[in-house]
């Protein structure tokens, strides 16, 4: 195995076969392709997403790949980009916890379904196949990057991951692989500062990635060049965007043998991930002690990292008070009184930043800085009180979602879409998703859903 880590990760994805993957990783991989499609289903009419088909359609480009549910087709890479647009618009996509709460998912299913459908003939197993190492590239890079410096890694460490997706459903080389990663440095980017701002922005970046990542396997794949240093470089990606924050020995650490895609968690609710233990505290008080829209509630609390208080109950108003979606995916106190009041967290509750009663409460959650584990105290007017503490957020691998969990969020997805899925449709895909190593042609999921 190489020594640079660029060659290194470019060999892995050209070698490795679908036999090389452990049963474990088939079966992450497959709960990944099912999560973040459900995600891009219930995505697909969100607020950006008529702006981006309109502005594409304008161009009327080769209809080399179609569209989920809005009909049609767009040139591979727009392709790619509305896909991965919709699948992270909703924010309950995959996220990878020890890699900055990077999104993964997005960008491997955008590139996926348009390579899968611009080359034709791939097998279910080919999928499985590029997804796992897509998967397994993003969470690397990123997992290397120590430092949140404010990058998107969604968007910015996703388009390395949406290359290898790409490259290897082109059947690239390991050199043809190394040069189109350095041709994806040149087109990595995406900055959080549309969370703080609540613009439409964050969705763009999930699909500017995986279109980048498919225009450089297609690059080289014709022998266009890409900068060979990649990721240590003077110039390189952790040096230019990391320095003094990042540590390339993961990048290559039990390379083969562990597919960190196996890492990842799976969202209960459609929101920023660190909020999540403090919903699941704030979701098991509201059972414990009976509590509706109209019960009056004294006094709220919530106890954590004073990073986490910094960042999601100082400063803006909208963090209480949300004025549209992709600042309540984000308002940390409007999250806990909405789980406290209406025992449920899902994509119509998020929406729900009108409702009088949960903004006034919402204005009393009190964060405060402590060390220990997330945790929500509720006092009640008529003197009760109770606490909870969570410490991993349900959706993560050691607390992973149920079956029946997984197919309820899909479903949720479903009835979001842009369009109106027939249940039977709906169960035709989940279908070719459980046995999807044994389909012939990866296209029957765009079959079904285009």
């Not at 790619?80 to 909703?90: N, P, T, V």
């Not at 980048?212 to 965007?241: H, K, N, P």
């Amino acid at each position: 195995m190489p020594t640079d880590p660029a060659a290194a990760l470019a060999q892995h994805v050209a070698d490795t076969r679908f036999s090389d993957l452990p049963a474990t990783t088939i079966e992450a991989t497959r709960q990944d392709l099912h999560d973040t499609l459900g995600c891009a289903l219930g995505g697909s009419g969100a607020p950006g997403l008529p702006e981006l088909l309109k502005l594409y359609r304008s161009w009327q480009g080769a209809p080399e790949a179609r569209l989920l549910l809005v009909g049609g087709g767009l040139p591979a890479p727009q392709a790619a980009f509305i896909h991965a647009a919709m699948a992270h618009a909703l924010d309950y996509d995959d996220t990878y916890d020890a890699g900055g709460s990077i999104h993964p998912g997005a960008s491997v299913l955008g590139a996926a379904l348009a390579m899968a459908d611009l080359r034709g003939g791939v097998s279910g197993q080919e999928l499985i196949l590029a997804a796992a190492l897509g998967l397994d590239v993003s969470c690397r890079i990123a997992r290397a990057a120590t430092l949140d410096r404010g990058w998107h890694r969604t968007s910015t460490i996703g388009v390395f991951g949406a290359t290898a997706v790409a490259g290897k459903l082109l059947g690239l080389s390991a050199a043809q692989l190394h040069q189109a990663f350095g041709i994806a440095l040149s087109s990595a980017a995406g900055s959080r500062q549309c969370i703080l701002d609540g613009a439409l922005t964050k969705r763009f970046q999930a699909g500017q990635g995986a279109s980048a990542g498919l225009i450089a396997a297609l690059l080289a794949a014709d022998g266009f060049t890409g900068a060979i240093d990649v990721f240590g470089g003077r110039f390189g990606f952790y040096e230019l965007y990391q320095p003094n924050g990042y540590d390339l020995a993961p990048l290559t650490l039990d390379l083969g043998r562990r597919f960190m895609g196996e890492e990842v968690s799976f969202k209960p609710y459609p929101c920023g991930r660190p909020l999540h233990a403090g919903i699941d505290a704030a979701l098991a008080l509201h059972e414990a002690l009976a509590l509706g829209p109209d019960t009056p509630i004294a006094e709220v609390t919530l106890a954590g990292a004073p990073a986490l208080i910094a960042g999601y109950f100082e400063g803006a108003p909208q963090k209480r008070r949300p004025t549209q979606i992709v600042e309540a995916q984000f308002a940390y106190p409007f999250l806990i009184a909405t789980a406290l009041l209406t025992g449920r967290v899902g994509i119509d509750e998020v929406a729900r930043f009108d409702d009088p009663r949960i903004l006034a409460l919402s204005d009393r959650v009190a964060g405060v800085a402590a060390d220990g584990p997330v945790t929500v105290s509720v006092r009640l007017e008529d003197g009760r009180s109770m606490s909870h503490a969570v410490r991993i957020a349900r959706g993560a691998p050691t607390n992973p979602l149920s079956p029946d969990q997984r197919a309820a969020k899909f479903h949720d997805c479903a009835v979001h879409a842009v369009r109106p899925i027939p249940a039977t449709t709906e169960d035709a895909v989940l279908q070719v998703l459980a046995r999807l190593e044994a389909e012939p042609d990866a296209r029957r999921i765009l079959d079904l859903l285009a």
